[in-house]
């Protein structure tokens, strides 16, 4: 019989039996491993805690009561834990009213123009120890109050009581740092869409659960889900985004998508990727960290927990706290010596009496501060307690935090008699040295990867804000292609910051890094150079991520700053300018903003603007040192000796100490003939900055023109030793001997 005379069924048993033939001669003797229901599956979808509540349901109790689970809520009786019985709560002269209207709550409290009004409270935010509460606003804007609710003393409070607060500043209740959208929902909510539109500045912000559900965590289960209720035989599960068989750093890393100071690189987090690929962690410096990487502004703990030995030795968030109750799993020491030895459970190791605070091992080593008013959170770096660096830098120390009636050199004598004067190699010596002046000590540190990434990365970004020899800037090529993201991102930066062309070769390679982060650093770096990159599809695929970053983030001042600083590094003037602008609307006091801004309308010859914007900057902070001396320049370059003289002046004796003041200031004096007056001012820039080679050659030119030739003769001998090859300082010092 033929083939073609089979009849459908037939056909279809034949086709089986030769394929089954077929597949069984090939690889009868080897291992057939399953499909994964990856590939023949649709990507998965959010499908709510119900679907996993079925196989779960001692997670999904553990969970139920958490501080996920009550990140965030429909406000209602059941919800609500502050005081709305007409209770009113007054600070720096601001009377905020809490009151009930039928079943719902209001607040009675000032808007951005200082003027009262009745808002309606639509979700509670947080649960213990404090409750925020959230309004919505006409643009899809969702404003958290500035006053909370304290849930174990029972009262309200401020968030920020020793601030002054403008009622249409930035980190006010009505200004983007309370804003829902932009600083917390990301993290507070499940499958969260911030739909910002950058030009009518509204929000659409959706999200499939209101708080921080399963998916939250471990991605969209719809095809694990689907999986288990059909019973695919055969066919391995998908694996869902957070699960038992993750390696240690990658769950930490995962965690750290919402425990971590960092801003956001990609429209929406899509469960796909390294961190690194959606967001941009904050380094180890101020005011976020302590000079040593201790905690200081609030970081979340992973950027605390990446510089402790645990973390380098595979422990995880999980080995301390239950994945989904979050509380440890164990209480005071036992938690610890469940991995350490019981030695260091003993009075000769701490010196403090048994089961007092004194030994506890997290006072010693998780040492912590108060945030939002009344929010004690621990620092997780788990360091040895360092009072010889308080001694010597100022950090601060744990046993000084217990014993506040004692000095820090108190309590480095101490630990010296008790654990000897020699303290364990750290990460923290050489970033301490290094911040005070020994740029060798951040080389050290940032070239030995037995130290932390994330310390070796802070190392280059603190050694490269300093002028750097050709021989240094070479040395730090080597970075480029570091095994540590962070470190190899700091070092495309790097070359950024000194705008330097002639590494286009080296950095071209990283458009196409593994990482986001590292290949939107690199195309950062070809803008800042005005490199030619037409036609090349690396670098074009690599704008385009940056440039969602900066759609991402055009909802902070920020944010529309970077968006004009491309703008300008485009040469599209108009749209700089509009950005700036933009910044300035979303946060009046971005005074970085304005201080571009004015640069840039001074170069379009709006001289009288550009004024205003620096005087604006000085109104807002007197204190501030660039703003003074940019106006100074204006005012030089229009002829306005008087006030070119004036502001320069003060940009010397204001912070941060600027060397261009100085240097300009004292050229100034002497265009005035004022050679005695420069010279005291580079005198008192040396000792800022001492024996830099521009401002001892003003020096040298005041001397020269008063006829101090001994003087000048000195000055030029200290000028040879710093440039021995320059015939100009020869030439003058042969003809003042």
């Known amino acids: 019989m033929s083939y073609k005379n089979f009849s459908h069924y037939q056909k279809k048993i034949y086709f089986l039996l030769i394929l089954f033939i077929i597949v069984c001669s090939c690889k009868k003797n080897e291992y057939q491993p399953k499909n994964d229901i990856n590939s023949s599956t649709d990507h998965p979808k959010f499908v709510g805690k119900e679907s996993c509540i079925e196989c779960h349901k001692s997670e999904y109790n553990s969970w139920n009561g958490s501080h996920h689970q009550q990140a965030m809520k429909i406000a209602d009786s059941t919800t609500i834990l502050g005081d709305f019985n007409n209770r009113i709560f007054e600070h720096k002269g601001v009377k905020n009213t809490f009151f009930k209207k039928g079943h719902d709550f209001y607040v009675n409290t000032t808007d951005k123009n200082g003027n009262y009004q009745d808002y309606k409270i639509v979700y509670t935010f947080g649960v213990t120890p404090l409750q925020q509460y959230i309004v919505k606003f ?142 941009s962690p904050s380094l180890l410096i101020s005011p976020t960290y302590e000079l040593d990487g201790q905690i200081k502004d609030e970081d979340y703990v992973y950027g605390s927990f990446m510089q402790s030995k645990m973390y380098q030795n595979n422990v995880t968030c999980v080995d301390c706290h239950d994945a989904h109750s979050l509380k440890l799993k164990q209480s005071g020491n036992k938690l610890c010596l469940s991995c350490h030895e019981p030695k260091y459970n003993s009075k000769s190791h701490h010196y403090h009496p048994l089961d007092t605070e004194g030994a506890q091992c997290i006072n010693c080593h998780m040492s912590g501060k108060t945030y939002m008013g009344n929010d004690y959170r621990r620092d997780h770096s788990f360091r040895i307690p360092r009072p010889d660096q308080s001694l010597k830098y100022g950090t601060p120390n744990a046993c000084n935090e217990c014993h506040k009636d004692k000095t820090a050199e108190w309590a480095s004598k101490f630990i010296d008699s008790k654990y000897g004067t020699k303290r364990p190699d750290h990460f923290s010596n050489y970033l301490l040295e290094g911040y005070n002046g020994n740029h060798e000590a951040l080389y050290t540190l940032l070239s030995q990867n037995k130290y932390p990434e994330i310390a070796r990365a802070t190392a280059l970004y603190e050694y490269t804000n300093n002028s750097l020899s050709n021989k240094e800037i070479n040395d730090v090529r080597r970075f480029l292609k570091d095994s540590s993201i962070l470190v190899r991102h700091e070092a495309v930066r790097t070359f950024e910051k000194i705008h330097d062309q002639n590494y286009h070769a080296d950095i071209e390679p990283l458009l196409k890094d593994s990482i986001r982060l590292v290949r939107i650093a690199a195309v950062k770096y070809f803008n800042s150079i005005g490199a030619n990159m037409n036609g090349d599809n690396d670098f074009d695929n690599a704008e385009k991520e940056y440039l969602e970053s900066l759609d991402m983030n055009a909802d902070f001042a920020s944010g529309q700053h970077q968006i004009a600083v491309y703008n300008e590094m485009k040469g599209y003037t108009d749209l700089a300018i509009k950005a700036y602008k933009k910044s300035l609307e979303i946060d009046n006091r971005y005074n970085l903003s304005r201080m571009n801004l004015a640069l840039l309308l001074y170069k379009q010859n709006h001289i009288e603007e550009a004024k205003n914007l620096y005087l604006k900057v000085i109104e807002l902070e007197p204190d501030y040192s660039n703003s003074y001396y940019m106006l100074g320049l204006l005012f030089n370059e229009i002829g306005d000796t008087k006030n070119a003289l004036k502001y320069l002046a003060e940009a010397c004796d204001k912070k941060p100490a600027n060397i261009r003041a100085f240097y300009n200031y004292a050229l100034k004096l002497q265009a005035e003939n004022l050679n005695q007056k420069s010279i005291e001012i580079i005198n008192k820039a040396l000792v800022i900055f001492p024996k830099n080679e521009n401002l001892l050659y003003v020096k040298l030119i005041g001397e020269i023109n008063l006829k101090q030739n001994i003087k000048a003769y000195n000055t030029c001998s200290e000028l040879i030793k710093l440039a021995p090859n320059n015939a100009n300082y020869k030439q003058i010092f042969e003809s003042l001997k």
């Open 138 to 279: 006409p643009d899809g804007a969702y404003q958290c109050l500035v006053t909370a609710w304290d849930t174990e003393k029972k009262k309200w409070f401020h968030l920020q009581p020793n601030l002054e607060l403008a009622h249409d500043e930035w980190i006010n209740w009505t200004g983007g740092a309370m804003r829902w959208n932009t600083a917390c929902a990301d993290c507070h909510s499940t499958n969260l869409d911030k739909n910002f539109d950058s030009n009518t500045h509204t929000f659409n912000t959706s999200y499939s659960e209101i708080n921080v559900s399963c998916e939250a965590c471990h991605g969209p289960a719809s095809n694990h889900v689907a999986f288990y209720k059909n019973g695919n035989e055969g066919v391995l599960p998908q694996k869902l985004y957070m699960g038992k068989s993750l390696a240690s750093k990658s769950l930490v890393e995962k965690c750290a998508r919402c425990h971590s100071r960092r801003s956001q690189i990609t429209k929406k987090f899509d469960y796909n990727g390294h961190f690194l690929d959606h967001y």
